[in-house]
């Protein structure tokens, strides 16, 4: 099983539709749990953090299941601009070395 | 202002060459990283430092060595480059709470590296 795992769709989606994407790690060690955002040709950029009792930041709620080893990205109403790759980011449990799953495209079209 | 620059975005260059990539930040951020990211898009860690100091290598090539002269600079020297070389590098730094593991990275634009 790979470390930190992510189906990379892409996930293609109506302007307005809810889409989720989960996240899978390996190490239930981890401590640490991100979600990133990579535009074509960009560097990846902080989304959100991910918290054990869950959070908000607007139209994105992020989830933590540790006993199932998963994390999620809801996001409510897409938007065009939210078309971009979704990282997830799982620190490697007792150290700082943080490891990147593949990423999930995520395409909404009008 | 620019918080994590690289430079050059663009290195063309011949099999066999000795480059360098340099990296900056000015975040004030203790601990900078080295990232790879290859044509299927896969962002691996290969370097971090923490004032100064090497604290990951991830199992990277021993033609790829780091250099951090302070600690809002690492930059990255590739000798003898190799096709499989040829990738996106990725600069970045975070701060770093003694005791927290939870760490937001900023990253550079990005060098595009192409070995011919």
């Known amino acids: 099983r790979k470390e930190v795992e992510q189906d990379p769709g892409p996930f293609n989606v109506p302007e307005g539709a809810t889409v989720a994407f989960n996240c899978t790690y390996s190490?239930?060690?981890?401590?640490?749990f991100f979600w990133y955002r990579q535009d074509c040709r960009k560097e990846p950029k902080l989304l959100m953090s991910?918290?054990?009792s869950g959070n908000e930041d607007g139209r994105f709620t992020a989830q933590l299941n540790r006993a199932s080893q998963y994390i999620s990205l809801l996001i409510r109403d897409s938007k065009l601009s939210d078309s971009a790759t979704y990282l997830c980011?799982?620190?490697?449990?007792?150290?700082?070395?943080?490891?990147f799953g593949r990423g999930t495209s995520l395409i909404v079209h009008p | 202002d620019t918080a994590v620059s690289q430079t050059p975005k663009y290195l063309v260059t011949q099999m066999g060459n000795d480059k360098s990539i340099k990296c900056e930040q000015n975040?004030?951020?203790?601990?900078m990283y080295w990232y790879k990211q290859d044509s299927k898009k896969f962002l691996k860690i290969m370097f971090s430092?923490?004032?100064?100091?090497?604290?990951i290598n991830e199992t990277v090539p021993n033609r790829f060595s780091p250099k951090s002269p302070d600690k809002a600079h690492l930059n990255l020297h590739i000798n003898s480059l190799e096709l499989g070389d040829s990738a996106v590098y990725f600069c970045?730094?975070?701060?770093?709470?003694?005791?927290?593991?939870?760490?937001?990275?900023?990253f550079g634009p990005g060098t595009r590296l192409l070995v011919l």
């Open positions: 430092y923490n004032n100064k100091e090497l604290i």
């Open positions: 190490n239930s060690a981890s401590q640490s």
């Open positions: 980011v799982v620190n490697k449990g007792g150290s700082y070395i943080p490891t």
């Open positions: 970045a730094s975070s701060p770093v709470t003694s005791g927290s593991y939870q760490e937001t990275q900023y």
């Open positions: 975040l004030g951020h203790d601990t």
């Open positions: 991910v918290y054990s």
